[in-house]
């Protein structure tokens, strides 16, 4: 694969364009990631409406019908359930880790598989979730396990 940058002060707007013999899932994949890298949702802390990009999600999580969104430096409620999220996620970065969890695959730093069939996942800030045994075959998929 080649890549090339042409910076030019006159460019109003960042064009990426991709030439390929074929279209196939790696492609999708990356076209993915450069979509949701613009990609905004809304979390609230302390009463006050925060506007997050989505690169910084390390993963959303609900408990008691309350969903979260945990990112390095806070942690934010949404109005939206977690399959409502799931669908504003859906690039090739976040994954259903469990009933509770969507993850960002980007922000995992290890893994490592329980007898049980569940995957500990421990993110780049030192928290730890685990993939449930219906998703793990998924995760490992997606991480080319």
Same mark, same amino acid.
Do not use: H, W
């Given at each position: 694969?080649?890549i090339?940058?042409?910076?030019?002060?006159a460019?109003d707007?960042?064009?990426?364009?991709v030439?390929?013999?074929?279209c196939?899932n790696?492609?999708?994949?990356?076209?993915?990631?450069?979509?949701?890298?613009d990609?905004?949702?809304?979390?609230?802390?302390?009463?006050?409406?925060?506007?997050?990009?989505?690169?910084?999600?390390?993963y959303?999580?609900?408990?008691?019908?309350?969903?979260?969104?945990?990112?390095?430096?806070?942690?934010?409620?949404?109005p939206?359930?977690?399959y409502?999220? &799931?669908?504003?996620?859906?690039? #090739?970065?976040?994954l259903? $880790? %469990?009933? /509770?969890?969507i993850?960002? @695959?980007?922000?995992?730093?290890s893994?490592?598989?329980?007898?049980t069939?569940?995957? &500990?996942?421990?993110?780049e800030? #030192?928290e730890?979730?685990? $993939? %449930?045994? /219906?998703?793990s075959?998924? @995760?490992?998929?997606?991480?080319?396990?």
């Open positions: 694969m080649r090339l940058i042409n910076e030019d002060a460019i707007e960042t064009e990426i364009i030439n390929c013999k074929k196939d790696g492609i999708l994949g990356v076209i993915d990631i450069l979509r949701s890298y990609q905004k949702i809304t979390g609230v802390k302390d009463g006050r409406t925060f506007i997050l990009d989505t690169k910084d999600i390390i959303c999580d609900s408990v008691d019908k309350k969903t979260f969104i945990y990112t390095p430096d806070a942690i934010y409620e949404t939206l359930r977690l409502e999220l &799931e669908k504003r996620l859906s690039s #090739g970065v976040f259903r $880790a %469990s009933k /509770q969890n993850i960002n @695959l980007l922000k995992i730093k893994l490592r598989p329980e007898i069939g569940k995957i &500990e996942v421990t993110f800030n #030192g730890r979730l685990y $993939a %449930s045994r /219906q998703y075959s998924a @995760l490992k998929s997606k991480l080319g396990m």
